[in-house]
């Protein structure tokens, strides 16, 4: 079983940044492919970024390319979301979450899911 727990929400300005860590309880992290999710009020959650499990291959989502950036330390149990260029529509609730399969499997495929943590980006 894999706890995960996300950090680093708050409130920013737009045109900021902010850095998600998720951290991972257990010593099989290196297992799981890592992903981030959100999800604003009224709709459904999306993919924002996932990251392979040695870190060589990233992905992330059209809306956010050239804005953030997924990376993870295998030796710290830990997914990181650096998030620049921030825009209100960003505002969501941000998920971490692990799957034990390749990286480009769907949102249905992760298995272990943190609780979130709000990001608020004001015009």
């Known amino acids: 079983q894999v706890q995960l727990v996300e950090s680093g929400g708050g409130l920013v300005q737009a045109g900021g940044s902010l850095r998600l860590s998720c951290a991972a309880s257990?010593?099989?992290?290196?297992?799981?492919?890592m992903g981030w999710f959100r999800q604003a009020p009224g709709k459904e959650r999306e993919f924002v970024a996932a990251i392979s499990k040695d870190g060589g291959n990233t992905y992330h989502a059209d809306s956010v390319l050239g804005r953030f950036t997924i990376s993870r330390d295998n030796a710290k149990s830990t997914v990181y979301l650096q998030m620049n260029s921030l825009k209100p529509e960003d505002t969501a609730v941000y998920y971490c979450?692990?799957?034990?399969?390749?990286?480009?499997?769907?949102?249905?495929?992760?298995?272990?899911w943190g609780q979130g943590t709000q990001v608020t980006v004001s015009s």
């Open positions: 257990g010593r099989t992290f290196s297992r799981y492919t």
């Open positions: 979450a692990a799957t034990p399969y390749s990286i480009g499997v769907g949102i249905h495929a992760y298995v272990h």
